[in-house]
Structure formats: C-alpha cells, structure tokens
C-alpha cells in the first residue's frame, strides 16, 4: 500500500466515532423542579430580598426625614457601624450593655434548659406506670402557643395580684415587701424564667427522642460491670447523644441569642434596663429614634456575630468527632 492510500484511509472518514445521541428527556422531569420552585421562591421573598435590604439599608442615613421616599436616603457607607461600635457614644455603650445581658441571659437559658431536658429525658427513659402522663404533662410549654404563655407568666409576675408573689409572700409567708418582677434588676431573671419555661421542653423531646436510639443492652451490660448510674449517663448516655446534642444546642443558642418575642410581650414597648435583650435594643433603636439605618447596622452585626459563633462551634465539634 502506498503512502498516499494511507493518508487517504487516514483522513476524516476513519476518525473516532462519532459520541452516542442524547437520551430524550423521560416525561416529568419537570416535576421535581416544579414542586421545588414554590419554596424557592418564598424563601428568596421572605428571606433572601429583605436580608438584602436591610443590608443596604445600614449603608443609609435612614432617618424619619427619608422614611417616605427611603431610596433618596444619601449612602454614608460604614458610619452607622462606626457609630454602633463606638462603645464610647451612647449609642455604641447602649448596643454593648445589651450585648453582654444577652449573652449572659443566652447562657443561663440554654445551660439550665438543657440541664432539665436531659434530666427528663433520663428519669423518664424506663418504662413505668405513668410515664406516658408526665411526658405530655412536660411538653405543654412547648405546645402551648407562645403569646399565650408569656401573657400568663406576664399576669403571675405582678406585684401585688401575681400568683408567684401571692405563693411566696401570702402562701409560705416570706419575709419583706414584694417585689416587682417586670421592672428593675428583676426583670432579668424574670424573662429568664419564663424563657426556661418555653425552652426546657424543646430540649426535653430532641434528647427523649435520642435516648430510643441507644439500645438497652449496653446498660444491661455495663450494669453487670458495675457501672452506677451517674458512670452510665458519662460513659454511655453522653457520648451516644454527641451528635443530638451538637445540633441542640446550637439551635437553642440561636434561638434564645434572637429571642424577640418573649421579652416584648412580657414587658410591652419599652423593656427595662436589666431585660434589655439586644433583638429588642435593635427593634427600639429602629423604632422609637426612627433611625433605621442604624438599627439595620446593629442586625447586620448581630448576623455577622452569630455566622461566626455559629461557624466556630461546628468546626470545634466536627475536630472532636473526628477524634472520637
């Protein structure tokens, strides 16, 4: 054969092959998208365009001389988190007063609430005649709806018709004067209470569910070790419910850290000092200064300050269960 034959043989017609057809799309594959776009829609109007912008609200000088035609509100870039930072302006010392009760209210809550949820959880993990009673006697709180709750507790904590002081001081006879509970110093430890209340029952059902997921077995066995109880709930219970309670209390931090409701209902329009929760600082910064590009830079900093506590427990929590 010649050279030229073969370059001939060589040429385009003898190239690879040509790659198969596509496939015909099978019918409904527009389904799964279909069902999916409802969601995706709500969650960029609810969440994604009004995240937006109220971040490029903080960027404004929104003030009540702009709150009619806000988009002419002249851009002052980052004075408003200048000027919330400060902790020097009232401003900036008000924003962190309010930071620090709220990280001491979020601690409080939190430890306490899931201290009574895992209590619960272990005293009711046996079989006994009754458990089915008190485990919708303690997840009533939690079914309860929330303004209905708080506006009880609200009516408990009055001074002089309140049932709390009505058992301490009439009841047990307590000395001294009673106290106001929605004001003063008091105040704090009365949202505290009430959002324990709200609380413990959350943690109580996420670790009760947790609990049927470790077999008996493994306390039948370690019972016949010698284990006692209280090196059971450390050596077993514990490390079994590292994964439960690892998204618990990260959930329970962010909902307490935001907690809106519950201090506004209980104490109406204007908190006092000791309850100042820094989601109701940020809602009367916005409201009652009419200043809402500034309140815009506090919630943007909340944001910020709960992606990286939030990023920093999960990436502390993933090392160490990659160690166990």
Known sequence: MSATTATKKSGPSAGPPKGKPRKPRRAGWWLPYALLAPAIIFEVVIHVIPMA???????????????????????????????????????????????????????????????????????????????????????????????????????????????????????????????????????FWAVVIVAIWRLWPFAFLMLMAGLQSIPNDVYEASAVDGAKPLRQWSAITLPMLRPVNMV?????????????????????????????????????????TWNFGSGAAMSVLLLLFLLLVSGVYLLVMNRRSKRA
């Open 53 to 187: 912008t109220g971040i490029w609200m903080s960027f404004l000088k929104l003030t009540k001389m702009f709150i009619s035609n806000w988009g002419n509100a002249p851009v002052i870039g980052l004075k408003n988190y200048a000027v919330a930072l400060d902790f020097n302006s009232a401003v900036g010392a008000g924003l962190l007063k309010s930071f620090l009760i709220t990280v001491a209210f979020t601690i409080l809550v939190v430890g306490i609430s899931w201290g009574f949820g895992m209590a619960a959880a272990v005293a009711l993990q046996k079989s006994f005649f009754g458990r089915g009673f008190f485990r919708t006697l303690f997840l009533i709180p939690y079914a309860l709806p929330m303004y209905a709750g708080v506006i009880a507790w609200k009516f408990m904590l009055q001074k002089d018709t309140g049932a709390l002081n009505h058992l301490l001081y009439d009841n047990l006879g307590l000395p001294g004067d009673k106290p106001f509970w929605l004001i003063g110093d008091n105040a």
């Open 248 to 288: 618990l209390l990260l959930v329970m931090f962010l909902w307490t850290f935001n907690d809106f409701n519950t201090p506004f209902v209980l104490f109406g329009g204007s908190q006092p000092p000791a309850g100042d929760l820094i989601s109701f600082h940020i809602y009367n910064a916005s409201f009652l």
